[in-house]
């Protein structure tokens, strides 16, 4: 591997080892520097991301005939999961802000985790394997090292970004707004007939009830428990998750995860300061 595109492999290290601190650090009860960790990650790698979208996928689809299994499309598929995965976590973290995460909880957090690190060793191997290589045998030295130049440009960019934008509010209530919003679409596909369920259920009802819970959520924290609640009914009772078609099950999933985090939260007083919470 040519030096200028190892120097961008090895953020893949650098990715594991902030998400390996965040985890000890939450086992150790050490919140504040569980957060610091997980959002070393998150920004490193979102930015990496970034980069790779905008300047190195670009290059490889102008320049590279793909092997099998190695177009640009199953690497932006898989940056998509990686972003939503990331979210997901981010939502998770946040409906605990403040509030002392009991040990059940952090063993639900890292098993959520390590499949968060599966993805990524596989997305890895698929980027070590195929598309940095076959980048490198498809362009010259001088065309390597401007492309790195652009890649580092890109990833500032983004991170510049991230810093100018508004801050995420923290809390159940927020954690409860994402699930929902991923769920709505998946509702209303079903509702429309676009989809098809592996069981019939009344699609309709539910996505109708969905958009009145989550205006019930939007009004404020007040309606935030009762509301959490009959949104895991939702999908535990409702429209129960093996119902959806077996190609959503993973996202319907995530947003059950999420509300049920979200729910378990919401049972807890938050504490006066954060701080190690």
């Given at each position: 591997?040519?030096?200028?595109?190892?120097?961008?492999?090895?953020?893949?290290?650098?990715?594991?080892?902030?998400?390996?601190?965040?985890q000890v650090?939450?086992?150790?009860?050490?919140?504040?520097?569980?957060?610091?960790?997980?959002h070393?990650?998150?920004?490193?790698?979102?930015?990496?991301?970034?980069?790779?979208?905008?300047?190195?996928?670009?290059?490889?689809?102008?320049?590279?005939?793909?092997?099998?299994?190695?177009?640009?499309?199953?690497?932006?598929?898989?940056?998509?999961?990686?972003?939503?995965?990331?979210?997901?976590?981010?939502?998770?973290?946040?409906?605990?802000?403040?509030?002392?995460?009991?040990?059940?909880?952090?063993?639900?957090?890292?098993?959520?985790?390590?499949?968060?690190?599966?993805?990524l060793?596989?997305?890895?191997?698929?980027?070590?394997?195929?598309?940095?290589?076959?980048?490198?045998?498809?362009?010259?030295?001088?065309?390597?090292?401007?492309?790195?130049?652009?890649?580092?440009?890109?990833?500032?960019?983004h991170?510049?970004?991230?810093?100018?934008?508004?801050?995420?509010?923290q809390?159940?209530?927020?954690?409860?707004l994402?699930?929902?919003?991923?769920?709505?679409?998946?509702?209303?596909?079903?509702?429309?007939?676009?989809?098809?369920?592996?069981?019939?259920?009344p699609?309709?009802?539910?996505?109708?009830?969905?958009?009145g819970?989550?205006?019930?959520?939007?009004k404020?924290?007040g309606?935030g428990?009762?509301?959490?609640?009959?949104?895991?009914?939702?999908?535990?009772?409702?429209?129960?998750?093996?119902?959806?078609?077996?190609?959503?099950?993973?996202?319907?999933?995530?947003?059950?995860?999420?509300?049920?985090?979200?729910?378990?939260?919401?049972?807890?007083?938050?504490?006066?300061?954060?701080?190690?919470a």
């Open positions: 591997m040519s030096e200028p595109f190892r120097q961008l492999l090895n953020a893949h290290g650098d990715f594991r080892r902030h998400l390996d601190r965040h650090h939450l086992v150790l009860g050490e919140r504040s520097a569980a957060d610091s960790a997980w070393r990650f998150s920004a490193a790698l979102l930015d990496h991301i970034y980069g790779e979208e905008t300047v190195i996928l670009p290059a490889y689809v102008s320049l590279v005939s793909p092997r099998r299994g190695a177009n640009a499309s199953v690497f932006r598929r898989e940056h998509e999961r990686l972003r939503r995965f990331v979210a997901e976590l981010d939502a998770w973290l946040a409906a605990w802000h403040g509030r002392v995460l009991p040990p059940g909880e952090i063993i639900l957090l890292v098993e959520r985790q390590k499949t968060l690190k599966e993805l060793e596989h997305h890895d191997e698929r980027e070590e394997g195929a598309l940095y290589p076959d980048l490198a045998t498809a362009m010259s030295g001088i065309r390597q090292q401007q492309l790195l130049q652009d890649f580092l440009a890109a990833e500032q960019q991170e510049a970004s991230l810093r100018g934008a508004a801050p995420v509010s809390g159940p209530r927020q954690a409860a994402l699930a929902a919003g991923w769920l709505a679409p998946l509702y209303e596909e079903l509702e429309e007939g676009r989809s098809r369920p592996r069981q019939a259920a699609w309709g009802e539910a996505a109708g009830r969905l958009h819970l989550q205006a019930d959520l939007l404020g924290d309606a428990t009762a509301t959490l609640a009959e949104l895991c009914d939702l999908l535990d009772r409702v429209t129960p998750m093996k119902f959806f078609p077996a190609s959503r099950a993973s996202e319907v999933h995530a947003c059950w995860q999420l509300l049920q985090a979200a729910s378990r939260a919401a049972a807890v007083p938050a504490a006066e300061s954060a701080g190690d």
